[in-house]
Each structure stands twice: as C-alpha cells, then as structure tokens.
C-alpha cells in the first residue's frame, strides 16, 4: 500500500529548497554563488534548516523497501541507474554550467561569453567545492550519493527482505531515540566539502528498516509530541550556541546536535503519519514533478537571483522575487519536460 504521507513529506522538503537556497543569498554563513546583504531572518531559517536533506535521504531508504518489494534487485539497479545516474550526468554538463558562469559574473571574474567561458569550465578542477567557477556537481551532490548509497545498501536491503526481517526496537520509544550516538560518531568520517556520505547512508538505512513494519511508525506517530519538544528545546539550543559562542564542533556539541537532527526527523515522520497519510490532487500531480524540479531549481535561482540583486540586494523584494520566479520557472519547466518523452529521460521521468 501507498503511504502517501512520504509523497507530502518528500514533495515538501523539495519546496522548501526554494525559501532555503533563497536565504542561502542573504545569510550570515559561508559564501554562495551570489550574495546580497545579510540579513537575521534568512541567517536562522539556515541554521534551523539541518533537517531536510537529511529527511530526503531518510524518506528514499523508506521508498527503496516499497520499490524492492515490487521488483527485482536487477531492475531495482536498472531503475537506480535511469532514474538518478542519467540525470546526474546530464545535469552536471548542462543544468550546473550556468551557475557557475554567473558566479564569476556576479563576482567581477566573467566578461567572456557562455559559451567562451564553456571552454574552460570542464576542465577547471581549482573550486570542486563550488561556488567559485570551477567544474562541480553542485546541489546534485544529493543525486549521487543517494545513486551510491542505494547500491552499496542494496544486498543488505535485500537480504532484509528475504528475511522478512524487521528492528522491533524501532518501535520502542527510548530505544528509536538511540541511533543519534550512531549518527554522531559516523560524523567524525572524512567527508567531501561537509557533505559525510556515511552518515546519510545511515540515515537512508534507517528509513528502510522504519517502514519495515507499520508498527514502528505509529509507535513514531503516537510519542510524536515527546519528539517535537526535544527537537524544539534543542534546535533553540543550537541558535543559542551559534549566535552567542558561534557553531561548535566539540563530542558534547556533536552528541547534542545530533539527538537534534534526530528527534526532528522522528516529529516530523509522525506528525507527518498523523495529519498527511491521505491522498491529494497537488500531491499526484507533483511526485512526479520533484526530481525535476529539484534539478532545476538552484539554476534558475541562481540566475534569478544574479538578475535581481543588480536592482536590490536587501529587503522581503528581493527574497519574495527570487524564491517565487525561480518555483514558477522550474515548474512550467517541468510542465513542458514532462510532455516531451526524450527529455523525460535526461529527468529521470518514466
């Protein structure tokens, strides 16, 4: 059976890529792509916003048990490779470019043409961490991890489901809490620019091993208000921290950082089995449109977003126009994507 709670929360986490790659522009974090005045709203919607790529990968792993049930592992991998590696390759050669091109525009370091600068950027390898002009998978970094993680994870999702088996202890209330420690100590593995693929692939496993059995998630559902102040009191903690001693790195701000991300995860899985475990017109139409618009969505913002600050850099104008133009713009580009079978492909479209 569908849960079609998964379906809003995913579709959800994808939206808010807009407001959250908007404040990206105006916070008080590290450098992007092109920045505007800083300002404390978005500088806070960022730092609270620890959640939502670790509930992607959390929602996949819960979506690969219903995808392996319904199919073989050899179509599994045939559908892993269709559905995320063709679009990443096609991605990073011409969805990724532009955002780069007008990086270094906005920036004072492009004068050259597109296509000029084109000549240039494949084999500029000196900023793999992005931001600066050079040759990056950008924000599809998600695409390939998860492409790589659901391999990797596979014989052991396989071997899962053969077994028929499932963690009771998911299901007790003390002991879902625990995977945080988990989480904390795969952080301390190399990681690539921030990113720790090691501590999504936990992540993803989790979610698999979560819709294992429906008792678990509405063990999840019913202590769901317990999960929602823990995640309160400690994502205040964590803004506390980082505006009065700055961000922290230290075990015991490691080890309360993650029960964070942890028990936010756990709110919003019941909350989300609570209130949202229905079907919806917008739901279906966009489950299919997610995974391109996703795609799109940083390089029409970026773009938008270049254009609009040469006219004003501070203020809800700027942030409004950038967040709105860049959703209208990936969907109706989705609209059109969607009707032409070829292109289809290259999002990953059925």
Do not use: C
């Amino acid at each position: 059976m569908r849960k079609n709670y998964i379906d809003w929360l995913r579709n959800g986490a994808i939206l808010f890529l807009f407001p959250y790659h908007t404040a990206r522009i105006f916070d008080d974090i590290s450098p992007f792509y092109i920045k505007g005045a800083v300002s404390t709203f978005p500088s806070i919607l960022v730092h609270l916003s620890f959640w939502f790529m670790p509930l992607l990968f959390l929602l996949s792993g819960m979506s690969s048990l219903h995808a392996l049930r319904n199919r073989s592992t050899k179509n599994y991998l045939k559908e892993r490779h269709l559905r995320l590696m063709v679009p990443f390759v096609f991605g990073v050669l011409v969805i990724v470019p532009p955002q780069a091109y007008f990086a270094k525009r906005f920036h004072g370091d492009q004068r050259e043409s597109y296509l000029d600068f084109l000549k240039n950027y494949f084999t500029d390898f000196s900023d793999w961490s992005e931001y600066a002009g050079g040759i990056s998978p950008a924000h599809l970094w998600f695409i390939l991890f998860l492409f790589l993680i659901s391999i990797a994870l596979l014989p052991v999702m396989a071997a899962a489901i053969r077994n028929h088996y499932s963690p009771a202890w998911l299901g007790n209330p003390v002991l879902v809490v625990l995977p945080f420690a988990g989480l904390a100590l795969l952080s301390a593995l190399p990681d690539i620019s921030g990113k720790n693929i090691f501590v999504y692939a936990a992540y993803f496993i989790l979610g698999f091993f979560m819709a294992t059995d429906d008792r678990i998630t509405t063990a999840i559902e019913k202590h769901r208000r317990i999960h929602l102040g823990t995640a309160v009191v400690g994502s205040a903690g964590i803004l506390l921290e980082i505006f009065t001693i700055g961000g922290q790195s230290g075990m015991v701000f490691t080890i309360w950082h993650f029960l964070t991300y942890w028990v936010s995860l756990l709110a919003i899985l019941g909350y989300g089995k609570r209130y949202l475990d229905r079907r919806s017109r917008l739901v279906s139409y966009f489950n299919p449109a997610a995974f391109p618009v996703y795609i799109l969505h940083q390089t029409y913002l970026v773009i938008v977003g270049y254009h609009v600050l040469q006219v004003t850099d501070r203020g809800i104008v700027p942030f409004l126009l950038i967040m709105l133009v860049s959703l209208f713009l990936s969907i109706a580009t989705y609209d059109v994507i969607r009707r032409i079978p070829p292109i289809r492909i290259l999002f990953g479209l059925k």
